[in-house]
């Protein structure tokens, strides 16, 4: 059985960065798409950003532009930079992975992807 591990969140002032890292078992099956979703205080998690198997990449729009996701597929690995970080950024942060083909308008929908890590917690003072 696959699985994923978080790590790389902390705590920083406002304006700082973080780069979070996601390690996927060797054992964990190829995917379609791998993404970063958080949950901040409230009932939901939210996309933050997802990179696919076809290079594309995709981020919510509270992020872009300060949030780099990369991936590297020979270790199933993925990476999140987030500079300019704002106390909104707040929240626990969660990789999650997809085995199937991912339609760009599908890609922030929880359900798209079967596999999670425990998370790693991200927290912006200001």
């Known amino acids: 059985q696959g699985y994923l591990v978080e790590s790389g969140g902390g705590s920083v002032q406002s304006g700082g960065s973080l780069r979070l890292n996601c390690a996927a078992s060797e054992y964990t099956a190829s995917s379609y798409c791998m993404a970063w979703f958080r949950h901040p205080p409230g009932p939901a998690r939210e996309g933050v950003a997802v990179v696919c198997s076809d290079g594309t990449t995709t981020y919510a729009d509270s992020v872009k532009g300060r949030a780099t996701i990369s991936r590297e597929n020979a270790k199933h690995a993925m990476s999140l930079q987030m500079n300019s970080l704002k106390p909104e950024d707040t929240a626990m942060y969660y990789c999650?992975?997809?085995?199937?083909?991912?339609?760009?308008?599908?890609?922030?929908?929880?359900?798209?992807?079967?596999?999670w890590g425990q998370g790693t917690q991200v927290t912006v003072s200001s």
């Open positions: 999650g992975e997809g085995l199937g083909e991912i339609g760009p308008a599908l890609r922030f929908l929880v359900t798209q992807y079967n596999l």
